[in-house]
């Protein structure tokens, strides 16, 4: 969405959050040409840091796109920050009820009317001990064969650094170094117009969370495990899930 049609309170969003972020990070942005800048599009990054979705939205907006989270329908009725956040087109979504599965429905009519729709496909921060991107849920790839819109992965590294899931120590020193890196669309034309059975959805969100990972690992170097959760950090308690499974 172009910055002249954003409206005051998405301005009013981004007068007070930028700013902040400006001074808190050092950033380095890479691939913002692969975000369309008019149309639907489902951005998928990985999920490392409680921090992700300011420097996400930090290098979406720089981009010019909007971006458009999914939210707790449950923050939605708290006063004057529910109605803060639907005026800034986030997207509340219903879990562990029967209204679930309109979540797709909602997500389904954002992409079609132009939005730039984030999903994180891991559906919570990762429990990979070092932080590499664990195997995926299937909202995204639901999401990509009801609409046919351009999926573009999106890598980021240095978040962890404002606040790290795994000691939840919060920094607040000034630029700290972050990158995000965004890709050039997905090719999931193999699946087009295909019926969403668990294994054809299971094998888009492999193909999507394969390259999510290889953008993940061009920032940090190394190499990264196997797509699946380790044991080390099966004991802490179930995070509430920031995607749509």
């Given amino acids: ?10 301005r009013f969003a981004v007068a007070l959050v930028k700013p902040v972020l400006t001074v808190w990070t050092r950033r380095t942005w890479r691939g913002a040409e692969h975000l ?13 840091s409680h921090a992700d979705p300011l420097v996400s939205a930090h290098f979406i907006h720089d981009a010019g796109r909007w971006p458009q989270y999914l939210g707790k329908a449950s ?3 708290v006063p004057v920050i529910g109605w803060i956040l639907h005026r800034c087109k986030q997207i509340p979504v219903e879990r562990g009820t029967m209204d679930a599965a309109r979540s797709l429905d909602k997500l389904v ?16 921060t990762t429990r990979e001990p070092e932080l590499w991107p664990m195997k995926g849920k299937t909202g995204a790839a639901r999401l990509a064969l009801a609409t ?10 240095g978040p962890e650094k404002i ?16 990158t995000v890196v965004a890709g050039p669309p997905i090719d999931l034309s193999r699946w087009a117009g295909a019926t969403p059975t668990r294994a054809i ?22 190499t990264p495990p196997p797509l699946w959760e380790r044991p080390a950090r099966s004991r802490v308690e179930p995070r509430q899930q920031d995607g749509v499974a």
């Avoid at 959805?201 to 190394?222: H, K, N, P, Q, S």
């Fill in 1 to 10: 969405m172009a910055r002249r049609r954003l409206g005051f309170w998405r």
């Fill in 36 to 48: 369309a800048r008019e149309g639907g599009i489902i951005i998928v990054p990985n999920h490392i």
């Fill in 75 to 77: 923050v939605f009725r």
């Fill in 109 to 124: 009519a954002a992409v079609r009317e132009g939005g730039a729709v984030v999903i994180y496909p891991e559906g919570t």
């Fill in 148 to 157: 046919g819109a351009p999926v573009i992965p999106l890598a980021m590294w």
């Fill in 163 to 178: 606040f790290d899931p795994r000691t939840n120590r919060l920094s607040l020193r000034p630029r700290i170094p972050v």
């Fill in 201 to 222: 959805l299971e094998e888009m969100t492999d193909t999507i969370m394969l390259r999510v990972r290889d953008l993940v690992a061009e920032i940090r170097g190394g």
